[in-house]
């Protein structure tokens, strides 16, 4: 199979920019069996999102490619949160990915080689790319001043941007919006970000000013900045373990 660094091999599951996915149109059936299941059951884990953030994300092996993204919040504690990400707000919206959020106190307990993986927010929520989309800054703003020290681990596994339309290959590790050449995003995408939602992010940024930097970026984070290095992963064939786990 394919790095996550290159594009699988042609298929019909690959194809212009779509927002379609391959599939029959769900039957009533189903949409009966589906809307009683959501009464029955509890979805207790689904349940604890509560926040919607829209932000930016930029691939590590390729930075020009970049994408809105959109992040569905849950938290597990003060110090850990969880994210499925998908490519829009929209209810047939596809899952493209995971991100995990950590403070800076867990970050810097982790081991060297796994830090790199990892990327800051800083800059992210300080230039106001990083959006509660609805939420006054007033109310958001305690939050925000938070997440600028914390750093995050995003794994993008359906990679629609380049025509998708399943999920296909290895997932790809993706990297936080930087202030500095191949970490600025591209102006055009943000604007129509902003039109959606008729917000301005240069607007944002101004208010955003007095929300305190990081007393220290770790640079084992956004390691592209320092080494100018990204990361794809490899599927390789390997031997399988034939014990059976139990007796």
Known sequence: MASSD????????????????????????????????????????????????????????????????????????????????????????????????????????????????????????????????GIPEMIGKPELESLAKSYGKFWCTWQVDRGDKLPLGAPALMMSPQGVNLGKVDPELVKKRDDKYNISTEELKESRVEIEEPEWINPQADYWKQHGKGFAIDIEKTEMKLRAPFP
């Open 6 to 133: 290159k594009s699988p091999a042609p298929t019909t599951a690959r194809g212009a920019a779509e927002t379609t996915t391959p599939g029959n149109p769900i039957s009533m059936g189903q949409q009966v069996v589906d809307k009683g299941a959501s009464m029955l059951q509890s979805l207790t884990p689904v349940k604890q999102i509560s926040q919607h953030v829209c932000t930016f994300a930029l691939y590590s092996h390729d930075m020009c490619r970049q994408i809105e993204t959109h992040h569905y919040v849950s938290r597990l504690n003060q110090d850990f949160l969880q994210c499925p990400v998908y490519e829009s707000d929209d209810s047939n919206a596809r899952l493209i990915g995971i991100e995990y959020i950590i403070s800076d106190g867990l970050f810097e307990a982790l081991p060297p080689e796994e830090q790199k993986l990892w990327h800051s927010h800083a800059y992210e929520i300080k230039s106001g790319l990083w959006v509660n989309p």
